[in-house]
């Protein structure tokens, strides 16, 4: 059995409100969701559902405003800035835009040695670890002198991948890595995250919005809605025999090469959206 590295219990996300009197916005309501080491916890939703809001919590990004978080035994809920640095060893992030989650004035070099100096690595180790985070992510050892706009953009969210990796760190935030790049790059990525994890034993936390890409990559499944979860277990069982109406719809959103299956999976969106709204009627009735 792995042990346990993430527990979120509870967790309450609250914005101001804005304007005159103006009720507070809860973007999370209450979520609680585990993850344990060397495994990937696949968070699916539509834009909104509260998935990335988790996620930016999790990296002290969003304010915590009830239950706890906690992380390699250690309650992060509410740490400092000075604990979210000795953090940064064991809990990463890979952003969802390659072409602005990396710095377009710093070389590759430069930008991958930025967290070993900020730990104090000596220029000696942090050129030895450079070369091996570029190979691990197949990468060309000259890459270290090119600056972001000379890559694709899957080799720039390669980049992005070989930072978070550089501290070896235990568990990684992968917001919507792969949204931005086409399918066939989508393929490689995700396949490159799959031989990382089994090469490291590093765990994941994927948000994405596409059932497909969380069916391929993760072990377990949560899907949010509205700031809840609605619907988690093993990924096998959420994503082919999902029970919940929101998860059905996830999936029946997914394209199928088969014209005539793909116009069934529209009709049956449609049934369940109609059904949803008239839930939503008769409750405000």
Do not use: W
């Amino acid at each position: 059995m792995n042990e346990r590295l993430l527990s979120v219990d509870d967790l309450v996300v609250e914005y101001p409100g804005k304007g005159f009197r103006a009720e507070p916005f809860r973007a999370l309501k209450g979520v609680s969701i585990a993850i344990d080491q060397g495994r990937t916890l696949g968070l699916v939703g539509e834009s909104g559902s509260g998935k990335t809001t988790l996620g930016r919590a999790l990296l002290g990004l969003a304010p915590v405003s009830g239950g706890t978080v906690t992380f390699d035994g250690r309650d992060i809920s509410h740490a400092s800035r000075r604990q979210r640095r000795e953090l940064s060893r064991d809990l990463q992030v890979v952003f969802q835009d390659p072409y602005t989650s990396l710095n377009p004035a710093m070389e590759v070099g430069d930008i991958l040695a930025e967290p070993l100096t900020i730990q104090g690595t000596s220029a000696t180790a942090a050129n030895q670890r450079i070369r091996e985070l570029l190979d691990r992510v197949g990468l060309p050892q000259d890459s270290v002198h090119r600056r972001p706009r000379e890559f694709s953009g899957g080799q720039r969210q390669r980049v992005a991948i070989a930072r978070a990796l550089a501290l070896k760190p235990k568990l990684i935030v992968c917001d919507e890595p792969v949204s931005a790049l086409d399918l066939t790059t989508q393929a490689r990525v995700l396949d490159l995250f799959l031989e990382i994890q089994r090469d490291t034993g590093v765990a994941y936390l994927f948000i994405s919005h596409d059932l497909d890409v969380v069916r391929h990559i993760s072990h377990d499944v949560a899907v949010m809605y509205r700031g809840d979860i609605v619907e988690q277990g093993r990924a096998e069982l959420v994503t082919r025999t999902p029970e919940h109406p929101y998860t059905q719809r996830l999936l029946l959103a997914s394209p199928v090469p088969d014209p005539d299956r793909q116009a069934e999976r529209r009709r049956n969106r449609r049934r369940l959206l109609d059904a949803e709204a008239a839930d939503l009627s008769a409750s405000a009735a």
